[in-house]
């Protein structure tokens, strides 16, 4: 009986802790550090880009998902994800790329709506995604650039 609440209490702890970090992340600022473009076709480049994440809190923070799209004006040029969870150091920074390929057909709409409208306003929306036991939860992240 003893074992049982010792191992209930564990597991308990564990599972705040797991919460703890996760909701962590909320506090976290978000930069792009670099774009690399790659892997050039007729149709589409694939673009790597480095994202930094400086971690203010006194706990690991665990980011289960990471979601952004590149808009251009109102038209949507790509969209990127994370595919692995990445957990971030008490009071350090973490570095992590992400893959996307860019279809020159959508950048052209893009250029052709830019020249249309006169401006070329552009925005990067982004959702952190963290587990919990009632399913996933996302909140908006800004990234600003370093």
Known sequence: MIKSIYLFM???FLSCTAVQQRVAIKECKFFL???RPYNFTFSSV???FDIKVDNPNSIDALLDKFVYTFYVNSMDVFSGTTGNAISIPAKQSKQFATTITLEYNK?????VEAMQLKTAAYRVE?????????????Y???IELE
């Open 10 to 12: 564990i597991c308990l």
């Open 33 to 35: 550090v670099s774009v």
């Open 46 to 48: 694939k673009v790597d």
């Open 107 to 111: 950048i052209g709409q893009a250029l």
């Open 126 to 138: 982004a959702r952190a995604y963290i587990n919990t036991i009632l399913g996933p939860v996302s």
């Open 140 to 142: 908006p992240v800004e």
